[in-house]
Structure formats: structure tokens, C-alpha cells
Nanobody, 116 residues
Framework: QVQLVESGGGTVQPGGSLRLSCAPS????????MGWYRQRPGKQRELVAQ????????NYADSVKGRFTISRDNAENTVYLQMNSLKPEDTAVYSC?????????WGQGTQVTVSS
């Protein structure tokens, strides 16, 4: 099993930045795919960014390309989502995901609100 602890959500003005953190209970080097999803009000959950260790690949939703960056810090055993140039439409509950041994694990979710 994998437990995921998230932090870093909050309220920010449009154009601002936030960084989300996700710390798994296992070494991130043992978890092939880690990513961030979000659920906006009235919408289905969607993939925001994903890091796939085995192929050294990251992918992003079109709506966040060029503004968000996912990264792994092996020393800190943490996955980050750096979010820049935030827009009101980025307002959502963001959840960390880990795919380990064919199973999906989820964090508790953290609220990000972009509002003036």
C-alpha cells in the first residue's frame, strides 16, 4: 500500500503561483507513475500532470502546459507540482496519485482557489 500526504493548497490571486507537495509512504523510486489530478466544480476529475519513472516521461493537460511543472525530488522523497500564472479556471481540488503494483492510490486532496 501507499499513503500519500499532500500539502500546499490555498488561495491565490490570478497570475500568482502555488506549489503542491506529495509525500508517499514508500520511496518514490519504487513508484513508477505519480501524478496530480484535479476536480473542478461541476466537472469530472482530470489528469493535470504525470511523471512516469520507467520511461523518464512527463505529460500535462493541454490547459496547463507551459504553466505547471511536475517534478520528483528523490532526496526529499516528494513529488511537486509547481503552478504558475494561475487562472480562475484552475480552481479545483487537487489530488496526488500513485500507481504502484497496478493499483491506484490517492491523497486526501487539497483545495486550490484562484480568485481576486
Amino acid at each position: 500500500q501507499v499513503q500519500l500526504v499532500e500539502s500546499g493548497g490555498g488561495t491565490v490571486q490570478p497570475g500568482g503561483s502555488l506549489r503542491l507537495s506529495c509525500a508517499p509512504s514508500r520511496s518514490i523510486l519504487s513508484i513508477n507513475a505519480m501524478g496530480w489530478y484535479r476536480q473542478r466544480p461541476g466537472k469530472q476529475r482530470e489528469l493535470v500532470a504525470q511523471s512516469i519513472l520507467s520511461i523518464s516521461h512527463t505529460n500535462y493537460a493541454d490547459s496547463v502546459k507551459g504553466r505547471f511543472t511536475i517534478s520528483r525530488d528523490n532526496a526529499e522523497n516528494t513529488v511537486y507540482l509547481q503552478m504558475n500564472s494561475l487562472k480562475p479556471e484552475d480552481t479545483a481540488v487537487y489530488s496526488c496519485n500513485a500507481r504502484y503494483n497496478g493499483q491506484d492510490y490517492w491523497g486526501q486532496g487539497t483545495q486550490v482557489t484562484v480568485s481576486s
